[in-house]
């Protein structure tokens, strides 16, 4: 979506370091998530965002931080504790309204991280 | 927790063959739907969805689904692919728990050959 902007497109990694990969939208959507997508495993959840200051892990955190100190920011760190970073990266966000959680999910165009 | 499940992981057409792709979801109680499709080198965009209603369910493209709850299943079809319909096709339901999560399936690779 146009409204979603992940940088950069493509990240590389040395070994024992942290890198950050941006997520930033202009949707004023309140909720962000972090996927990872490996082939044949199809998207899974790293970490989401319901609001600025708060966030909760996914089904497989171990090895990320993220922050939300801004609506518009959501930025996902792959720390050295991760030991197979290497992955496509799919930031995604939507709106939640209340009395209506089920507003689809819309997607950034992905970060690829490899190791080197 | 939820799961879905996509039994077809790749998938090769010739054009104007019709196409049923596979999606099986865990939960008994009230879904909601989702197909998502990844053309190459894009991103993620929604195909349809399914909150409730009619269980047939018109996407954009041509694409259509049917929820069947009996058979908990969420099938793509199209009656006629066209080569530009080349990508992976992500099945997913949104997860109870809250949050407006989604648990996708693994994927559906689909080649659509001239």
């Known amino acids: 979506d146009g409204g979603i902007t992940q940088s950069p497109k493509y990240l590389f990694r040395k070994e024992g370091q942290n890198v950050t990969l941006s997520c930033e939208q202009n949707l004023n959507h309140d909720a962000m998530y972090w996927y990872r997508q490996d082939p044949g495993q199809g998207l899974r959840l790293i970490y989401y965002s319901q609001i600025v200051n708060d966030f909760q892990k996914g089904d497989i955190a171990e090895g990320y931080s993220v922050s939300r100190e801004k609506k518009e920011s959501f930025p996902l760190t792959v720390t050295s504790a991760q030991k197979n970073p290497t992955a496509f990266y799919l930031c995604?966000?939507?709106?939640?309204?209340?009395?209506?959680?089920?507003?689809?999910?819309?997607f950034g165009d992905g970060t690829r991280l490899s190791i080197l | 927790a939820q799961s879905v499940s996509q039994h077809n992981h790749h998938v090769i057409l010739s054009e104007a063959a019709s196409l049923e792709l596979g999606c099986n979801y865990s939960y008994g109680g009230t879904v909601n739907l989702f197909w998502y499709v990844q053309y190459p080198g894009q991103h993620l965009q929604l195909l349809l969805k399914?909150?409730?209603?009619?269980?047939l369910v018109k996407g954009i493209k041509g694409f259509e689904a049917e929820f069947i709850k009996s058979k908990f299943s969420f099938n793509l079809r199209k009656p006629s692919v066209q080569w530009s319909d080349t990508a992976e096709y992500f099945c997913a339901v949104l997860d109870t728990g809250g949050g407006n999560k989604l648990t996708f399936g693994t994927g559906t690779q689909l080649k659509v050959e001239l």
């Open positions: 995604a966000t939507a709106g939640i309204r209340q009395g209506d959680s089920n507003q689809p999910q819309h």
């Open positions: 399914y909150f409730s209603g009619d269980p």
